[in-house]
């Protein structure tokens, strides 16, 4: 009798976990990262003369990191404060401000000015861009404050003038380009140091609707990189497009929504119009 054939062996992929869980040494616990922003208790309180603004109430909040979040709240309400507190621009006078899990409070000048050099882009309301200095050369600025040298300053300023569709303009001054194109050049600006969080006070205040657009889908785009985005926004329309809107109100939140989890696509900008029948005149 011949001998049998083996049996063909079945491939069979590897499990990944036993079927029963054995005991052994525990798996290692995923170490988790501190949250981007950690805000406990933070007061601002202007002027230590005679008349004190109280512009910051003990606010408490944290911001995760990838998340993309709008504060609104009306004039006054101690919008731009916070954002200067979050930018390190300015200290609070009373609480404690973490980034990564860093307290600001242990930071010496110099540390503070590194970290927002790294870590931080800002963008403004008034684009803030420098007169009669050509798009290059104003987004190279925060690269020469770094130390970068020339040639690569010049590769990577191009690279974020591309990034915000400006590559074309990146000769031209300020005061010729129109609002939206300005505002663009500020954002390249702000992300050419590869910032993982971008600061933004009112950055469409000054844009008709169709710059408002194409601003805010470089912010989408940019929070859909993983970067954090604070907006400061009086507009309804504009606040729709982040994932979580915090009101203030007389220097405290007196509102916190999340409409998006912090790892969903960002929302793209509809049409101010379609905005509008979405959202409705009520939030106005
Ligand atoms: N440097 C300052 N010195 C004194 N008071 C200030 C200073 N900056 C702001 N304030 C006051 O603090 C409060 C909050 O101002 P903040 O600029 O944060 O408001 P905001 O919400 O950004 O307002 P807006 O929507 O008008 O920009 C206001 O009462 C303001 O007058
Ligand atoms: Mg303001």
Known sequence: MPPSSPKPM????????????????????????PPA?????????????????????NVTLQIAR????????????GKSTLMNILGCLDLPTGGRYLIDGVD????????????????????????????????LANVELPLAYA???????????KEALAAVGMAQRWHHQPSELSGGQQQRVAVARALVTNPTMILADEPT???????TEEVLRIFAGLNQEGRTVVLITHEPDVAAQAKRVITLGDGRVIDDRRTAG???????????????HLYGESHR
């Open 104 to 135: 600001m409070r242990d930071l010496d000048e110099d540390d503070l000015a590194d970290l927002r050099n790294r870590k931080i882009g800002f963008v403004f309301q008034s684009f803030n861009l420098v007169a009669r200095t050509s798009a």
């Open 10 to 33: 079945r491939w069979r992929p590897a499990r990944e976990r036993p079927l029963v869980e054995r005991g052994g040494p525990p798996r290692r616990k995923r170490t988790r990262r």
């Open 262 to 276: 912090v790892h969903d696509q960002p929302a793209l900008p509809h049409h101010q119009k379609s905005a509008h």
């Open 147 to 157: 130390g970068v040298d020339r040639q690569t300053r010049r590769q990577r300023a």
């Open 205 to 211: 205040g000054n844009l008709d609707s169709r710059s």
């Open 37 to 57: 922003i950690i805000l406990r208790d933070v007061s601002k309180t202007y002027g230590l003369g005679q008349i004190q603004v109280r512009a910051l109430r």
């Open 66 to 77: 990838g998340d993309f979040v709008a504060i609104m709240g009306s004039s006054g309400s």
